[in-house]
């Protein structure tokens, strides 16, 4: 593997992304998508007793009493505090709370996905570029306007064509932000973020009033996958 350019430092925050070996589509319908956040929320734990493929043979109140134990020990490799899963790439916000939590998560996460959907399209070797990419958060300006950034990308990219269309996009945690959904998919830190708006309106506001804007948005343009 090459050495990062970027160190990754306890405390810091990062806008992390990988996508698909040849730009090859990795999350290709709804249950590898949803596959991707049990992998994500499940590895953002330290300390697991138990792989995410055994887990989720348990039985559910097995299930709850491992979820709890995780929760309650507050043991994380890194907080998560938004995400987004497209057709060939996803986009992550994280926070390293554990010395190379980063790593050690996006280890987990890419090994744990790649076993799945391997294992459901009979095929081996690699599926993501061998290198995650992680740019420092500098500023909370820089923050708020990534956080952004990974909200929008599915309207970027043209996958939803409106804002209603990217409100019901499941597979980021914008839904998360605006309280749209419940249960297990609910894992993200998100009091550090929100803590910039008076409301939840005004952060929804902050997304649905600049739909077009990010294509131009020079704070961050740096990060647009290549």
Known sequence: ????????????????????????????DKR?????????????FANLPIKLSRFLVLAPEKQFEINQILRDSSDNLVEIFAFCI????????????SPNGISKFMANFQNSYTRYFNTKHERVGAL???????????????????????????????????YISLRNYQWSSLGEYLGDISGSNIFCSKEIILSHFNTVKAFEKFHKDQLDYQRSLDKIKHLILE
């Open 128 to 162: 993501f570029l061998t290198q995650f990419k992680a740019v420092r958060i500098e500023d909370e300006e820089q923050l708020l306007h990534t956080c952004r950034y990974i909200h929008l990308n599915p309207s970027t990219s043209y996958i939803v064509k409106d």
């Open 32 to 44: 590898e998508k949803q596959r991707a956040l049990e992998v994500m929320s499940f590895y953002r």
């Open 86 to 97: 497209m057709p060939n790439h996803f986009h992550f916000l994280l926070k390293q709370t």
């Open 1 to 28: 593997m090459p050495a990062r350019f970027t160190p990754l430092v306890q405390g810091e925050i990062y806008h992390v992304y990988n996508r698909g070996i040849d730009r090859r589509p990795t999350f290709t």
